[in-house]
């Protein structure tokens, strides 16, 4: 079996302190054992406003906070999966929200551009990505030792066509910053979902406090099998969530259920 581990922090507008607070959930995680890690999104950077994240935005290869995450996997050995930073568009007032990928060997191997992008609006609380975010084109997968994974984030739980496209995988990852409002409503009903109709294991890691800028993120950072039962959870708080990846359990469900040959459309 494979350990993996998410990562649940409650980042601030300072990325020098949001890379402290990595290092040390990381480190954590892979003192105990986890050989692939996810880190949740926006754990760079949640600035007092939107365009904050514009300010920091990193070309592709370079950029302190890509240097941090190959240093740190290449350092503890692991598979490292960026939860999301801000990548530079050809917008200058916008960003990519990207996933980014990297090997043990801290090479960067995978990467996935957020495609769905949150907008939700309920009495004072209100929010609208496409402001300050180029929304990705393409689905995203890499090849782990245990598997195919999937690469989602966030809002993208709420649109299963995405899942679909990826194809059969071990592992789904979803970096999330879900809002305390929607994700008490939907948060893991949604990765139940995921995880049971594409008979996987579902690993998310989510942010979960109240952060400088006022917001309130859900949290439950959570590992999920593909029967679809919770594994493991951290309601709130910074944390590490961790469990094993059972490939042969994951064969044995979609042998005796199999619906995934079933499909008709």
Known sequence: MNTVAAIQMISSPSVSDNLATARRLVSQAAQDGAQLVLLPEYWAIMGLNDSDK??????????????????????????????????????????????????????????????????????????????????????????????????????DLRFPELFRAMGPVALIVLPAAFTYTTGMAHWEILLRARAIENQCYVLAAAQGGNH????????????????????????????????????????????SLPALKHRTM
């Open 54 to 155: 514009v300010k920091v935005a990193e070309p592709l290869g370079s950029g302190p906070i890509q240097d941090f995450m190959s240093g740190l996997a290449r350092e503890l050995k692991i598979w490292l999966i960026g939860g999301t930073l801000p990548l530079a568009s050809e917008d200058a007032e916008k960003v990519i929200n990207t996933t980014l990928v990297y090997n043990p060997q801290g090479e960067h191997v995978g990467r996935y551009d957020k495609i769905h992008l949150f907008g939700f609006t309920k009495g004072t609380e209100s929010y609208n990505e496409s402001k300050t975010i180029v929304p990705g084109q393409h689905v995203g997968v890499f090849d782990a030792p245990f598997g195919k994974v999937g690469l989602s984030v966030c809002y």
């Open 212 to 255: 400088p800028n006022g917001r309130r993120t859900w949290g439950h950072s959570m590992l999920i099998d593909p029967w679809g039962a919770v594994k493991a959870v951290l309601p709130e708080g910074e944390g590490v969530v961790r469990g094993e990846i059972d490939l042969a359990y994951m064969d044995g469900v979609r042998e």
